[in-house]
């Protein structure tokens, strides 16, 4: 301090070079930005008025830059990608800036070579590859910013075969599904696009008991989409409702020797909806749906009450309603599933996560996506399964997404719980 006592500007700034590691907001990017004071007034009350300005420039790069890739359905869709390991050369001097909260990433920088060209090129991670944009500055000047601007990147095509956990799912016009990754900052015309999150990978056609062969013959599924919605209670709106309409008995015992209707084929194998070791939600929810139909057009006999059948029967499944509410509004792709009520085993995935055994890993992500494009985050509630309880006729499994247990004690026709759809791709 006391060597540049007295000194001009000029001498002050050259003394405090810019660091070349200002990736740290405290050591490094605070450390490089000189306040300075060309001069200093004595204002009321003898206080001493200083006003201080930026020595040195600031360059800033985005940190979501513009990509477009092809995807499933064959069509190109453009959006941006969050960038790592952003590098920042200033001629062939190598600078790490800081990332702040406004989607930039900043660097201080001298601007020694003013009036001069100046080759600024930016290096970054975009998807695991490393990834070059240039520009030219003709001067800097200090206390301004200079934003460079990043090309566009062209990635490799993006098929169900590239999907990870945590990706978004969405429908185009034409019906067919396809994913974006799960990096991605989507435009509001693609947030609209999206139905939901990848939240498990793998095939569950083994599970269905051939009822999913003809919508994936040729190979198994890829994987499992947690809607961005909850079902609504068919009656009022709410986003929990019933297991029934205040009515309950074994489907499992009616499913074991029921004929289903308009022409459908209940598999010989399938026989239960109280497995709790299975992804049958598909299945679950087609015997729901078939139950359904039984009860509104079954009259009732001797020993029966007529308020547990009929259009208006107690005896309903009440998810099974919302769920074709449901899928008018929201239709899944020609090329998944269609959205059903998931299993308890596939449920309690949802929550904890894939490959793990407890918790909330797995709500955690899916809501840090959802708030992403916009949905229904899971709340710390309690979620029906399509999955039965085998002792008790009156009992059907759940999970409580506050802290991911799994529990069988849901009173059918008493405990209102939220509804999550799924489908498979």
């Not at 204002?43 to 979501?64: C, D, E, W, Y």
């Amino acid at each position: 301090k006391e060597a540049l006592r007295g000194k001009s500007l000029a001498d002050v700034k050259s003394a405090f070079t810019p660091l070349a590691n200002q990736s740290d907001y405290a050591t490094g990017y605070v450390l490089s930005d000189l306040m300075t004071c060309e001069k200093a007034t004595i204002g009321a009350n003898k206080s001493l008025q200083i006003t201080l300005t930026h020595a040195f420039p600031m360059l800033r790069f985005p940190v979501n830059v513009p990509v477009k890739s092809k995807c499933e359905d064959n069509n190109t869709y453009q959006y941006s990608v969050s960038v790592k390991d952003i590098v920042i050369h200033i001629g062939d001097t190598p600078y790490r800036a800081w990332v702040g909260n406004d989607g930039y990433a900043r660097l201080i920088v001298d601007g020694s070579n003013s009036g001069s060209d100046i080759t600024v090129k930016s290096f970054y991670t975009l998807q695991g590859k490393r990834t070059e944009t240039s520009a030219t500055v003709s001067s800097f000047a200090s206390g301004l910013y200079y934003t460079l601007t990043p090309s566009e990147s062209v990635l490799d095509d993006y098929k169900f075969s590239d999907v990870r956990v945590g990706d978004f799912y969405c429908r185009n016009s034409s019906g067919s599904g396809f994913v974006l990754p799960k990096e991605a900052s989507l435009p509001d015309g693609l947030k609209n696009n999206c139905l939901g999150i990848v939240y498990w990978l793998g095939d569950i056609k083994g599970d269905n008991y051939t009822l999913l062969d003809s919508k994936f013959s040729d190979s198994g599924t890829h994987g499992l989409v947690v809607s961005l919605w909850n079902l609504a209670d068919p009656d009022n709106g709410n986003a929990n409702m019933l297991w029934t309409y205040g009515s309950y008995e074994y489907v499992n015992t009616w499913l074991g020797s029921a004929t289903w209707s308009d022409g459908n084929t209940k598999p010989e194998s399938f026989s239960s909806i109280q497995v709790t070791d299975k992804k049958q939600g598909y299945a679950n929810t087609i015997a729901l749906q078939e139950y359904n139909k039984y009860i509104k057009s079954h009259t009732a006999g001797s020993g029966e009450s007529a308020d547990d059948y009929g259009q208006s029967g107690k005896k309903r499944v009440k998810p099974i309603i919302a769920l074709e509410s449901f899928r008018t509004a929201h239709a899944a792709p020609s090329n998944s599933s269609d959205w059903y009520w998931p299993s308890i085993y596939e449920l309690k995935y949802v929550c904890w996560g894939q490959d793990n055994g407890e918790g909330t890993s797995g709500k955690d992500m899916l809501n840090s996506q959802i708030e992403k494009v916009g949905g229904d985050v899971f709340f710390s509630a309690n979620y029906w399964s399509s999955t039965e309880y085998s002792d008790y006729s009156y009992w059907a499994w759940y999970v409580y997404f506050r802290n991911g247990k799994v529990d069988y004690i849901g009173l059918k026709r008493n405990d209102t719980y939220c509804v999550r759809p799924l489908l498979a791709f």
